[in-house]
């Protein structure tokens, strides 16, 4: 079956930097739109980032351009997430999530919604 395990969460000081990790199995990695999604308490789930697998395009939400990179190792069949600068503001639950595509690109892919597959979410919380 699928599964998405993420790592690499914690508690860091504004201005530090995490590196959250997802490892995806049971399903054609490579064809596939994958994205960081985090939700705080009280808000809605939003995406700050994702990578379409196979052509490694990237996308990011403005409030973390810049700031945060999306990567992959695909002969390990994982997703990365670096966050630098990091600000109070970006402490939530981040989730990995994938979606199967064989089209080129994830623009159609922007809400949790238009996601399959999730991991069970890494906490990050930063203090200022």
């Known amino acids: 079956q699928v599964q998405l395990v993420e790592s690499g969460g914690g508690s860091v000081q504004a201005g530090g930097s995490l590196r959250l990790s997802c490892a995806a199995s049971g399903y054609t990695y490579g064809q596939s739109c994958m994205g960081w999604f985090r939700q705080a308490p009280g808000k809605e789930r939003e995406v700050v980032a994702r990578i379409h697998t196979g052509t490694s395009t990237t996308y990011y939400d403005d409030s973390v351009k810049g700031r945060f990179t999306i990567s992959q190792d695909k002969g390990k069949n994982t997703l990365y997430l670096q966050m630098n600068s990091l600000k109070p503001e970006d402490t939530a639950m981040y989730y990995c999530?994938?979606?199967?595509?064989?089209?080129?690109?994830?623009?159609?892919?922007?809400?949790?919604?238009?996601?399959?597959?999730w991991g069970q979410g890494t906490q990050v919380t930063v203090s200022s």
């Open positions: 999530a994938a979606v199967v595509t064989y089209g080129p690109t994830c623009h159609m892919f922007t809400a949790s919604t238009d996601f399959r597959y």
